[in-house]
């Protein structure tokens, strides 16, 4: 690496924000362990503490995996253990009043048609449950005159994304986790520069660690000269807090508020295959037209507000006339919101929901498989009563602790008769779900603690629509073109990455 470069590295922002994380750390860690060696009184405290927070953490509400992870932090580490509890969970939370905007803004907004869910309930009983309680405790309802595209690449989205973009008059909202410099980028930059200097409302809304991290502010600064409005959600601070836990990992398009998309593909080159990373890059997304837009609408400015802390009128982004209806319905389309404000893991229960009930098959793509009991209890058991269950991970991890953990699940599993593939072209970062070609869940939500619990997440529920058709057709086309992983594939594993990924496995929900 050129001085120069190396130099700017060193010294960049990102770089002094680590640096001040490395010494608050080295602060804190030396404030306990001195307190530990000086003061006998001090030091039993502590231990008494964390025997108390020990009682505690097993009479709490929440998931057994990170109550476990904790109590076991705690007792290997007894003097840093217990206090670095209190202080995540001291800071952990966001403001509870974006709790009270966020969960007032959704209600106002989104109000659940009933004749539509009785609907649903008849012409898809197999979904009817599942719909009821998202429209009531996601506070998203679900619609028809609604239809859906499907796409199998990243690049056949982009596709589509730029073709609807052009035909935007009114404005275009965007909202993604990740935004690297690149083609893509240069692409979108210059079509959003001529819409805004045209008239169009144009918002660009990015995650302050998944994007803020990673990309430089040159390219937002020269689009926001152009009229573009640009936002960081929960902006990166050289300040100890576990916030930072609570990213935006949603990819929302809105155009016009007919028409959006919403999948895996984030806005850098490798999700459209133009720059290889871990090989062949596989992810899906979907497009609806439709009434249901309204709900990733809302979704975009309840987010977009919070950082603005302005007040919106939302109903002015409601179309006059919808551009897409259906005389005969297609089916009926449910896109929602997960989020970290409240104790309810929507996406989490939406695929027990779908794991549970299904009769014939499920299909499962996901870049992380990092689940806990009830999530591997629940597709053990539905490989047991005979459905067939599949999964498509990738062969090519981008992160080696979360691959480590993904094969101390695959034993269990395929014990179990769970049918585990690898993607060996490279990396599937699809998040997917489809139950008996029904029910289909096409969005952001990875089958891991982070998306479960501490992530905004978005996705599409779809029932009855013709489109999980082709969904089904491109998962048994793609497990062709992986590697089914056998109980021999895991009895031969190297010993230190079986005792690696059980290590890993006990504090997987704190990664």
């Known amino acids: 690496m050129r001085p120069r470069k190396l130099f700017r590295r060193l010294f960049s922002r990102n770089a002094m924000f680590v640096l001040l994380l490395l010494l608050q750390i080295a602060f804190l860690f030396t404030a306990v362990v001195t307190i530990g060696e000086r003061f006998y009184v001090m030091y039993i405290m502590l231990i008494i503490l964390d025997a108390v927070l020990v009682v505690y953490l097993m009479n709490k ?61 008849e012409d898809c009983p197999e979904g009817a449950n599942l719909a009821r309680y998202i429209s009531k405790y996601g506070l998203y309802p679900a619609y028809r005159n609604t239809c859906a595209e499907y796409f199998p690449l990243g690049e056949l989205q982009f596709e589509a994304m730029l073709r609807e973009m052009e035909r935007a008059d009114k404005f275009i909202f965007m909202e993604y986790f990740i935004i690297s410099e690149g083609y893509m980028l240069d692409t979108i930059s210059e079509l959003l520069i001529r819409k805004a200097r045209s008239g169009v409302d144009v918002r660009l809304m990015y995650d302050g660690i998944g994007t803020g991290l990673k990309q430089s502010s040159l390219p937002f600064a020269e689009l926001e000269r152009n009229g573009v409005k640009c936002r960081v959600f929960n902006r990166f601070t050289p300040f100890l807090s576990s916030t930072q836990n609570n990213r935006d990992h949603r990819k929302i398009v809105v155009i016009d508020g007919n028409v959006a998309f919403n999948g895996g593909t984030n ?3 490798e999700y459209i295959n133009r720059k290889e990373r871990f090989g062949h890059w596989k992810d899906t997304a979907v497009m609806i037209r439709g009434e249901a837009v309204w709900n990733y609408t809302v979704m975009f400015l309840q987010l977009w507000e919070e950082q603005g802390r302005s007040i919106s009128h939302f ?47 499920v299909y499962i793509t996901t870049p992380y498989l990092i689940i806990d009991e009830e999530m591997i209890d629940a597709l053990a058991f539905a490989a047991k009563k005979g459905v067939d269950v599949r999964i498509i991970a990738p062969h090519i991890p981008d992160k080696w602790y979360v691959y480590m953990i993904a094969w101390n699940n695959y034993p269990k599993l395929i014990s179990a008769g769970v049918k585990v593939y690898e993607y060996t072209p490279g990396f599937i970062h699809a998040k997917t779900c489809i139950a008996d070609g029904k029910l289909a869940m096409i969005g952001t939500i990875n089958l891991d603690y982070r998306s479960f619990y501490l992530h905004f997440e978005s996705a599409s529920m ?23 992983i056998t109980m021999e594939d895991c009895r031969n594993r190297p010993l230190h990455k079986k005792i690696s990924g059980s290590l890993l496995n006990i504090f997987a929900p704190l990664l």
């Not at 003097?79 to 670095?84: F, K, P, R």
């Not at 919101?337 to 779908?354: I, Q, R, T």
Request: aromatic share 10%.
């Open 462 to 484: 779809l029932y009855n629509c013709s489109v999980i058709s082709q969904i089904q057709a491109d998962i048994l086309k793609t497990a062709e073109a992986s590697q089914l």
């Open 315 to 361: 109903q002015e982004y409601i179309p006059d006339v919808f551009s897409f209806a259906l005389n005969d319905t297609d089916g009926y389309v449910q896109p929602f919101s997960d989020s970290p404000l409240d104790n309810e893991p929507v996406g989490k229960l939406a695929y027990l929901e779908m794991i549970s009930n299904a009769r014939s098959f």
């Open 267 to 269: 806005l850098a080159d």
């Open 61 to 121: 509400r929440e998931p057994d995996a990170y109550r476990l992870s904790w109590i076991v932090l705690i007792s290997l580490f007894p003097l840093l253990g217990g206090v670095t509890y209190l202080y995540v969970k001291r800071t952990q939370r966001l403001p509870k009043a974006i709790e009270r905007h966020y969960q007032h803004q959704t209600r106002e907004c989104l109000i659940q048609n009933s004749d539509t869910l009785a609907a649903l309930a």
